[in-house]
C-alpha cells in the first residue's frame, strides 16, 4: 500500500509574523481521517496566503517531475528525510499564516491511529480545530474518533471541511448528507459547529474563494471561517483558582508561586487554599524587575503568572489550589472521569495510576469501569477494562484528597492527566465528584432531611425513568420552551412524570421578590435549581427553559443537583433569535424599553460544556427533542420505549 | 483585541509556567546558555518566574571558538545576574565521527561536550533554548523532552504532552531537556528583548551591511546581509525577509539531513 505522503515540517522560509497591534494569534489544529486531504489543504492555504516564495514551489514541481510522480501539494510540506520514508507524518507540527484579521498557527496532527498521541498532543493546544471529511467517503470511525477527542480536550469551536467535492460532481446531496451527520454527532457531545464547509483542496474550490460549482452553498471559504475563529481566552469570568506551583523562599520573602487560571485575585483578599482548608489574606503582589512601590501590582487576572505573599504564616504545599473562602473546589476523594487512554496495557479495576490534576499529584486506584465508549458509535458497552486508543467512563478512588471541580463548573481544574509506568498516558474530564471530604455548615447543623418513603427505583419502575435535570439555556426566541414542551408531552404520553418548569412561571409567584439585578438572577437560578433537584429526586425529569446567561449561575446550579443533570445549549445565532421574537421582547429591547435584555445589552456567556447542543436553525423541534430523549436514554435515565423494568433486569 | 504586549504577555507567561514546573520537578536542574538572543531572554525569564534569582547552575559547554564579544558578554552578565556559570569544554575534533560533513562534525563536538559535563554534573534536567519555528526537527520537539542513556532523541516514541502536564519521569542515568521559548519566534524573541530591555551581543546589529542572526562557532557561523543596527529595524527586517534565520549556519545546509543527524544524536 503506498500512504498518500501527508507530512508536514514547518520553515519554507517562514513568512515572519509581525506583531501588530490587534492582529489575534489564533492556534488551530487540522484532524480528520488519515486519507481525507490535511495535507492538501494546508499546502494550498500556504499559497493562497503567500507563504509559499514561487522559487520553492517551482523547485517542488520539478523534483515531481524528475521523480515522474504528479505534483501534490501535500509536497511542499513534505521536508523531513525521515517522514518521507514512513510516508506518513509521525508528528505534530506548526505552520504559521495570515488571514484578513487573524495570524494563524496551524497544528497538522497525524490523522493515523498509531499516532494519538501525536494528535492530541496538537489538538490540546489549538484554540479551536478544522475536521476535515472527505466527500466520497463521509464520515468515517477516525473522524468520529477525532470528534470526541475534541470534546475530551476541550477544544470548543469547530469548522467542518468536507473536501474533495469534485468526487462526488460538487452535489449538493452527498453534502447535506454528510453535514446533518456530523453536525448531530458532534452536538451530541456538546460541541457547536460554526460551519460546514464543501471544497476541492486539489482544485482550489471554496478554500479561499467561493467556487461557481457550488451555487448551492452560500456560507464561508475556508480562509472566512479560519478568520472567524477566536483565540480561547483565559476566563476571567469565572470563579478564583490558582494551584500553587511551588513555595519559594529565595530571600526574606516567602513567595507563593502559581497561576491564576479562571478568576481574579487582589491585595487584601481573603483566600483559602484547597484540599487543607488553610485561610490567609494576600498580603502583596511579588514581581521582578520589582516596581516602584507605587507601581506595584495590585490586581491579577487568569492566565496571569501569580506570586503572592500572606498576611500570616502558614504551611502551604505545590498541589494546593487557591480559592475565595466562598466559592472553593471540593476536596475531592473520589472522581468520576470520562478520559482516552494511551497505554498499551489496559485500565483495568484495580490498576494504580497517578491522577494528576494542575500542579497535584495524587496516587488513584480504578474503582469502578462504568462504560467504555466506542467513539466510532458513540454507543457505550460495559467492560471490564479500556484498552489502547479507547475512551470510557471510570471512578478513581485517590489515596489523599485533592482540590477538584466538575469540568462544567470549572474546565481549567475540572481534568486529570494520568501518569501510568512514568509515562502520560491518559487524560480526561471530571465528569462529578463522587465521594468529598464535607465541611458542615453552621445553618444547617440543627437539620435533618427526612429521607422518602419510596425509593428510587420504585418510582423508576412506575414511570419508566429515573429523575433527571434538563437545564435548557439559550437566547431568547432560541427554542428552549418550545423543545421543553414537546419533551413534556412525549414523556407524559409515554407514562412519565415530566415537569416543565419555567423562569418566566415561576417569576409570577415564588419569585415575584425577585427583579433582574444580576444578585436577583442568580438567586432565581438558585431556586430553580433547588426545586428541580428536589423534584429530580421525586423522579420527576424537570425540564427547565431558562435563559441563564451567566456561565457562574449555571455553575452554581450544576453543583446544586449534581448528579442526573444535562445542560442543553439551545443555540440559535442572535438575528434568528430576534427575527423570531416570540415574545416581542427583542423590539422593545432595540427601542430602548428594556434595559439589560440578554443578547441585545447584556452578554450571553455560551456554556463550556453543554452536554448537549441543539442548534435550532439547523435542527427542527421534533429532531431537537429527538436529541435529548437520545441523551437521556445513553445516560440511562429513559428506558427504550415497550422495555419495563422487569426486562432491564433480564 | 489583544495588543502586541499582551501576545508577549502570554508566551511569557507559559514560559514561567515551564520553569517553575521543571524547577518542581528535577532534583538537578541546569540551565544552558549559548549566550546567544534565545538563551538570554530565557534568562531573564528564568529571573522573572523565581522573583530575580537563577536558582540552578547556567551552563556554557564552550567549543573554545565562540566571537570574543560572546566570551566578553557571557564574563560580564554572569557577575552581574548572579549567575551560578558552569563552563565545560568539549572534546577536540579528532573525536568526531569522521562519516559527518565538515561543520556538522565540528558542531558534534558540542553534543559531546555536553555528554561530557551531563556525566561530571549528573544534571537531570537541561533546560535549553530551542524555538519551533528555527528549524524543521524542533517543530517536533515537546517541551519536556526526554533523551535516553547516550542523550539520543526517539522522535517516534515521544509520550504525549497535553493541559501543561509534563513528562519528568526517567529512567535512572538519562535525561531531560526542557524548551521553555518552544513556542517562540524569532521576532517574538526580539520584540520581548525590546520591551523588556535585555542586553544583546553587538554581533546582531549589523555594520558593514552585514550582521548575523544567529550565533556559533566563528568558523562555520556567517553574517547575512542587512542595514539593521537596531532592534526596531531588525523587527522590520523580519517581517518581510524570505531568509530563514539559520540559513548562516553551515552545518544545517551540508546535507539535506544533516542537522536531523546531529539531532537524533543530542544536539540541541
Redesign the interface.
Known sequence: MSATVTTLATPLATPATPLEEGRPLVRIVIVGHVDHGKSTLIGRLLHETGGIPPEKLESLKAISARRGMPFEWSFLLDSLQAERDQGITIDTSQIRFRTASRDIILIDAPGHAEFLRNMITGAAQADAALLLIDAAEGVRDQTRRHGYLLHLLGVKQVAVVVNKMDRIGFAEAGFRAIENEITSYLGDLGLRVSTVIPISAREGDGVSANTARTPWYTGPTVLAALDGFDAARAAQDLPLRMPVQAVYKFDDRRIVAGRIETGSLSVGDDVVFQPSGKAAQVRSIEVWPAPAPADAPRVLHAGQPAGITLDREIFVERGEVLSTPANRPHAARQIRVRLFWLADEPLEIGSQVIARLATSEVRATVSAIHDVIDPGHLSAFEARSIGRNQVGEIELTLARPIAADPYGVNPRTGRVALEFGGRIAGGGLVISIVERELAATPSTRNVTPVASAVSATERANRYGHGGAVVWLTGLSGSGKSTIAKVLERRLFERGGLPTLLDGDTLRTGLNADLGFSDADRAENNRRLAEIANFLKHQGNIVLVAAVSPSATARARVREIVGDAFFEVHVSAPLDVCEARDPKGLYAKARAGELKGFTGIDAPYEAPAAAELVIETDRVGIEAAADRVEQVLAHAGILRPRGESADDAVI | ????DQ????L??QS??IL??A??RMKRLALLWSLGKDSNVMIWLA???????V?FPVLHVDTGKKFKEMYDFRDHYAGEWGLDLRVDPCPPLEQMDPTLPPATRSAARKTEGLKLALEKYGFDGLIAGIR??????R??E?VFSPRGLEGDWN??E??????D?F?A??PQGAHLRVHPILHW????IW?YTQREGIPVIPLYFARDGKRYRSLGDQDITFPVKSDAATIPEI?EE???????ERSGRAMDHES??SF?RLRVAGYL
Open positions: 483585541m489583544p495588543t502586541a501576545r508577549l504577555d502570554e511569557e507567561a514561567i509556567y517553575r514546573e524547577f518542581a529571573r522573572k518566574a523565581f522573583f530575580g534569582h536558582p519551533r519555528d528555527e528549524e524543521a526537527t517543530a517536533k515537546r522522535v517516534r515521544q509520550p504525549a504532552e497535553f493541559w502536564h513528562n519521569t526517567l519566534t524569532e521576532l517574538d520584540a523587527l523580519l517581517a518581510t525577509t524570505k531568509v530563514p539535506e539531513d536531523e
